[in-house]
């Protein structure tokens, strides 16, 4: 029955869609106001029923109802409690339930929220985020049915893959999907608004806390997804530059160009072409990372199941989508290209220049990413590595940084470079003496990570620099986003900078009793012994690592075996064990025990990693999307209605 | 007309940037870009030695031998038609295993051997390299070679 149930509400949600969009064309078109009246309420439900199809098809998974195809391929109901709820997006259908769950929920929650934009401004946004809507729920019920029954169910289902069934997956594909997702909403807005033409700085400032809110989950997710990639796979990297990683970095790069360039138009009704355009083209990279993903075109760790049929549906809603926006663009593209005038040396120039570099970034990773499929068209295959990226993409990141330590300390307008030179002097000492330490002191360190660390050194003193002689009380929450989100950068800079630069690994074959040195630490491998987890068996090796002052710490490595259900293979995963200290990471993996000559099993492969600071850059993660987080909170003016509130309650108080 | 003149400064300094970037671009992607092949292709003299590429397919069953250094290990890729003698020091990867797809990179050594910096098996049992979709399902790849 609730299989039956979920796909019903799937449809009716699909239908309030095509509601939302036909009424909202009508009124648009001169219809009466009434079918305006529709479209809000009509936004609400298909939010809160895609959001009760998508908690069927969590219940069913819970239930382990086998009878169910997508439970029975990817649950078995020996799995953890955890693991059976996080598996319900741990597949392709799935996930692409609850990616339309966000787009359904985002265009309820316009619906609820947003009052600043003009009513028809209104309507055609909510039209055009139920027209992105009935696309996906076209490709989910046409062909990617999440409640699909079985003819017979199975006794028990096939299980998931081991690498999945960790905490990681719990958290990691959700916060992504709502950053991915959420930038629908800059989307929708963008068509909306060039629809109606009202795009100025009412429609930026009503746009802006949208993105931030996207932007902020999907920093998040990119963050969390790669501290899962560096415990879970065991490689010790925390960045692949894999094909899934780029295209969820693509959007995040639109996102925070986005972010620049509606805060110019917000403030000073200039680049407003420019902002519509970004917001068009944010969601479009979600759309075209999706399509890359679900299509099967790249081999990835992240493609299940590959289906070209699927490949061919997601690349026409695409084309329709993108297509469609960008036509509307060049429609009315007379109607917002003026904008308010600024020069170059000013706070709108430096983010023009910022909003450039992203942008270049943004299409030199989408080359890397598409070039290997182009490529196969043309019958070379090729693949495209950290290499070809560190080179592109490595010295504009830098020079960005750069352009980010000027830019908050510039005014709107028009500024003097006298004036920028003068508030300098710090960030240019701390990155001189950050140069002159890893020169002197550091060894041979790479251009790329020496570059990176002095870079870091200017741009966290520099980032600090919008506070000085500011009543720290009275500064706005935006620029403490600003300044907390800029020293993330900074922080994260720096990891990634001594991590590449100061890494040190060790690979041996080693009998218990045996003593490994690795950077400060001595590691005394004391031996393995077998464990049982829930559902796995496991070998666990014990480690000893030792400071040169004498602290020691036990870490606990794992090679788990987990049985092969259904007649599959049993596969074999490695968990490392990590130990955290102040000035980085040691990082343990236990390889495969190793036969002597005489047959017995008495040595073991570790492969050790002694990775400084590489903590500062989740860290760094972390703040950026605090930063985010602040400026929404200043934005959203939550603050201010909290403090009127407040107001008017202690006035309430004291009123004779 | 102040402002006119600005704004096509800007428009340049943009135009040089992005011919810039695509230079760069291109040149990266041709000194950096390697290819992907696969046993067939390496047999057939596609590879040149010393060249980074990439290595695509399935490990050949009873192929795994470990060195002495406990370290170091052997096996054979295969696509079905053609083979190739891979060596790799360090830890296999999670789902690395005899008869799955696995993808090495690295390069050709003098002898005929690839030797692998880095070898990714798929997350996914179900996985195989695409390249070898050419293969019946099921395949049961020759044992040793």
Redesign the interface.
Known sequence: MIAELGLALLWIAAALACLSLVAGTLFLRGGPRDLAALVRPASVAQGVLTAFAFALLIALFVRSDMSVELVARNSHSLKPMIFKIAGTWGNHEGSMLLWLMILSLSGGLIAIFEKRLREDTLVATLAAQAALSLGFFAFLLFSSNPFKRLPVAPPDGQGL????QDIGLAFHPPTLYVGYVGLSVAFSFAVGALITREIGPAFARAMRPWVLGSWIFLTLGITAGSYWAYYE???GGWWFWDPVENVSLVPWLAGAALLHSVAVTATRNALRAWTVMLAVIGFSMSMVGTFIVRS?LL?S?????VDPERGTFLLVLMAIYIGGALTLFALRAGAVAEGK?F??LSREGSL?INN??LT?IL??VL??TL??IV?EAMG??????P??YN??AGP?ALILCLVMVAGPLLGWRKDDGKRLWSRLPAAALAGAAVLFGLVLFGGKVGILPLLGMTVAGIVAVASLAPLWGRNLRRTPLPTWGMVVAHFGVAVCLAGMGAESAFIKER???AAPGEVMKIGDFSVKFAGVKPIAGPNYTAIEGTLVATTSSGSSFTMKPEARTFPGLMG??P????EAALLTRPGGQLYA?L??P??S?DGRAD?Y?I?LWWKPLVWWIWLGGALIAIGAALSLLGRAQLLAIWRARRARKSGERFAP | MKAKHQRLILALVALCGVAGAGVLAASALRDEAAYFRTPVEVQGGKAAVGEAMRLGGMVAKGSIERQADGLTIRFVATDGKASVPVEYKGIVPDLFGEESGMVADGRMRADGTFVADRILAKHDERYMPPQMGEMPKNMKAPAGV
């Open positions: 893959n081991p690498l999945l796979l065991g490689w099967g081999t760790v992240h493609s299940f199941a005038k020069a170059l023009v450039l570099l270049t299409a030199l080359l890397g070039y290997p490529a070379e295959k090729i693949s495209v590595g290499p070809y080179k592109v504009l690979l041996v074959a599959t293979a596969t074999e995963t490695n993996v390889g495969q190793v036969a000559d040595r492969q492969r």
